[in-house]
């Protein structure tokens, strides 16, 4: 769906996509079709690309202890 949405920019137009690829709950066998369209597009002139980390994380203090706490559970490390 997002390949539909991408071919409708008209003329004159600008895009923003916005997403958390760390928030995607479809089964591992399906793919996102916004970690997809980043793998095809991300040479395109004129497509930008702007990924964020947990120091960019401006909401409670806790949220980016959430954040790390999940990023080492799937890591396998202890919590």
Known sequence: QIKMFLTRLGMSAKM???GDI????LPRS???GLIH???VLKKIKGI???EFGKK???RH???QRIV?????DEQGEEV
């Open 37 to 39: 369209a980043m793998r």
């Open 16 to 18: 923003i996509v916005t």
């Open 22 to 25: 760390t928030q995607i709950d």
């Open 48 to 50: 930008g690309v702007i």
């Open 68 to 72: 790390e706490a999940y990023e080492k």
């Open 30 to 32: 399906q793919q996102s």
């Open 61 to 63: 203090k806790l949220v």
């Open 56 to 58: 960019d994380i401006v």
